[in-house]
């Protein structure tokens, strides 16, 4: 079964705990042994696995930043100035993360999430969420 969620983003580089939208698809589903896989459309934005705490999503932002800074002479930049978004996503980020299922929910740990990281917004993006039953 394949579905699609919209991901609304407000801030130029945000991070979005989209677990709760997930969970809700794989109820929606009636699976209750399998797997999802969650998939992002967009080649500035990326998921993760992690924990939804505000000062390591800082963290986490900073060291983009720090790492891969905006406007440092970027050979795309001279197309649309967004290639530092183009080149975290490439280096810290993935399209895709897969999660299990069981008795209809996702197995993550006790303080995992699923985050969607918006790189160049905002936008509206769209998710892939696609659930197999096994």
């Not at 990326?46 to 939804?52: A, M, T, V």
């Not at 705490?53 to 649309?80: C, F, N, S, W």
Request: with cysteine; aromatic share 6%; proline share 4%.
């Amino acid at each position: 079964m394949l579905f699609e969620i919209e991901v609304p983003t407000k801030g130029r580089f945000q991070i979005i705990d989209i677990t709760r939208e997930i969970q809700h698809v794989v109820w929606r589903s009636d699976v209750t042994s399998g797997i999802v896989v969650v998939f992002t459309k967009h080649t500035t934005t990326g998921l993760l696995i992690n924990e939804n705490e505000e000062r390591l999503l800082q963290d986490i932002k900073a060291k983009m930043k720090e790492l891969v800074p905006k406007g440092t002479g970027y050979g795309h930049d001279t197309i649309d100035s967004n290639a530092h978004s183009h080149i975290r996503a490439s280096l810290f980020l993935s399209p895709e993360v897969v999660v299990p299922i069981d008795e209809g929910e996702l197995l993550l740990g006790t303080w995992q999430r699923i985050l969607f990281v918006e790189l160049d917004g905002p936008r509206r993006r769209k998710v892939l969420v696609k659930i197999c039953k096994c």
